[in-house]
């Protein structure tokens, strides 16, 4: 009996992971055609069908379920070896994948990273910034930074940082002659947002008391960049919802004033996202080690 191409074994157990062919071609880099044609080889070494296409995705076989449970031991065990050498060399190394929006990115990442690339020379980091969502499997990103008001479920750990209060924020000058007391005097003022994808734009404010209300608004100035949102906020251009950090600076200065302080916009949560699988990097697990111990107390600070 000739021994296996192990390849396609970790090539199966990946596009099951990933869900599709196309999916395993991001990830891996890998052109779909050659992954079809490793995957027709594994089958037609193995005798049987492994998996049906359909729809709605690939459907395993019988065989091709039990199959798997032993490619995914084989990958494990691949990866753990891996560890192995990294820990003999003591040193983590490679590339690091994260993903944060602008605003956690300038406020908060920008004073760590440096920090940690200085502690691990040989760990290369590449940092995508954006605010949509990432999905990290698909997009291969091994950490993420969020916010949200509440943490999804999802097959990924995410590990709670700290809270993210926003606050309703306006230029001094706007209500020298009009007075906000009560959510609907936000109706009478222009209004700035970060981009929703779903258009509908508003603020679910709780006042102190418990009461509810729900205002909409037809933003004057649309945006995903949080410090652009601040600044024509300062410039008078209208109301704005930000996280406070962004905006203390400001209110120190004189430049802005928070409104409606009796009533409250949802707490963000700001959190780190990644793969639980077994076999992660070091160079991932140090910079999830550092993250989880620096940047709880720079939130504080700032938040």
Known sequence: MSFPDVTNYYLFAQVMACGSISAASRELGLPKSTISRKMAILELEQGTRLFHRSRSGLKLTDVGREFLVHCERLVSAAESAQQVTQRLLDKPRGKVEISAPYALSQ?????????FMSLYPEVEIQLFVTNRPVNLIEEGIDIALRVRKNIEDSSLIARPISQAPQTLYIAPDLINHNSITEP?????????SLHYTNGRYGYEL????????NIRIKPRLITDDMIVLREAAIKKLGIVALPNHLCNDAVNSGELVPVLTDWHLPTGIM????????????????????LTEKLPHLAQQQF
């Not at 406020?107 to 990273?113: F, G, H, N, T, Y």
């Not at 609907?184 to 700035?192: A, I, K, Y």
């Not at 996202?273 to 080690?289: E, F, K, N, Q």
């Open 107 to 115: 406020s908060l990442l920008v004073q760590v990273l440096p920090e």
């Open 184 to 192: 609907e005097d936000l109706l009478t003022f222009e209004h700035l």
């Open 206 to 213: 709780i006042h102190s008391s418990g009461q509810q209300k």
């Open 271 to 290: 959190h780190m996202t990644y793969s639980h699988r077994r076999g992660i990097l070091p160079a991932v697990r140090v910079l999830i080690d550092f």
